[in-house]
């Protein structure tokens, strides 16, 4: 598997890449990561990392031109490792894993699977990172397009992704898989968790109702439209606490939650590691989805289902893809919609309880890695055999 980014960390495709390994290395098979210099070890996975670079041995990745650096010393540490452990399949997540994964796999004369999670310029887009009326927005593009068609097998984490790589880049559908994201039964059941130990560790009162909200902090991932939401709902004396996980805490969110006068409804915890959020979302009575943007994934509610609690999400097509008609949906954006799905769901709690264990059960049924990994495994047999 070609990772890159600096796995592990506590978010998005890092946890798609760990379960894939783990569940991988649960049915027999041998998994080697190669990923970024950084990074945390995780037990029972193989994790082969680049060198430092001699110029910035303490880097922080992200969209930056330093990334181009991080990819050429990622390419010779992929073909090294290739060379050396010789596999049946290279297994390219990102667009940048299946550029790289490209020729060595060639070389090598086996499949490439890219695991695509979302658009490569509408990510860069969504991250300020590029200007979609600049000179270089249509070079990416056509690099993106590029990509897409050089695998000989591409899987999707939503529908929404699989419809956009044949609508607007004519992809083949015969060579798209959907394969969504899913959750660990085991690690994610609200069964037997320290709900009033952590209210407690938190400060949070025992009888408040709590609003939770897990990953990563950032505009295209509504945490403005979030606060907001808190706001509004202390202003129409709606009692809800708000425990928001997630990073990078950008000192203008500490302001906000200042600025708008809920600090006493609004905990910011930083990052939760991935072993302790099923813990973490115990406490919550609703769960909130308020991604604004739509080229991504949302692994996020899987979580939330899994653990039986109700969403209020922002109405994308990936959410309406998870949760169907179970979910609270706001356009995205609308403050004053979120919070009155918020505020409705808190006051119902017969309707809560009616909706979580259905929630679950969805999960279960259709998001769980312990039958996704087969599928996995029948995927490569069968691309192995040229079918």
Known sequence: MIAP???????????????????????????????????????????????????????????????????????????????????????????????????????????????????????????????????????????????????????????????MLIEEFGVDESRILPFPDCVTQESFAPENRPRIELKQHLGIPQDRPIVVYLGLLADYQGTPTLLHSAALLKENNTDAHFLIMGYPVHERYRQLVENLGISDRVTLTGKIPYHQAADYLSVGDVAVAPKVSATEGSGKVLNYMAMGIPVVATDTPVHREYLQEMGVYAPPGDVRAFASGIEELLLDTKRRQQMGPALRKRVLDEYSWDTAGIKLVDIYRRIIQGA
Not at 66 to 72: E, L, Q
Request: hydrophobic share 40%; aromatic share 10%; proline share 6%.
């Open 5 to 163: 980014t600096s796995f592990f960390s506590d978010y998005g495709c890092h946890v798609r890449i760990l379960e894939e390994s783990k569940t991988l290395g649960h049915l027999g098979h041998q998994v080697t990561v190669v990923t970024y210099r950084k990074g945390r070890a995780v037990d029972n996975i193989n994790i082969v990392r680049t060198p430092p670079l001699p110029w910035r041995a303490d880097y922080e990745v992200g969209s930056s031109r330093h990334k181009i650096a991080f990819d050429i010393f990622l390419f010779f540490t992929v073909l090294w490792a290739a060379l050396r452990t010789r596999p049946h399949v290279i297994h390219g997540h990102l667009h940048e894993g299946a550029l790289i994964g490209w020729p060595i796999a060639k070389l090598l004369g086996i499949p490439l699977v890219f695991d695509l999670q979302g658009s490569l310029t509408g990510e860069m887009v969504d991250h300020h990172f590029l200007n979609p009326d600049g000179l270089l927005y249509g070079p990416m593009r056509l690099l993106e397009s590029i990509i897409n068609k050089l695998p000989s097998t591409i899987l999707t984490s939503t529908l929404m992704a699989r419809d």
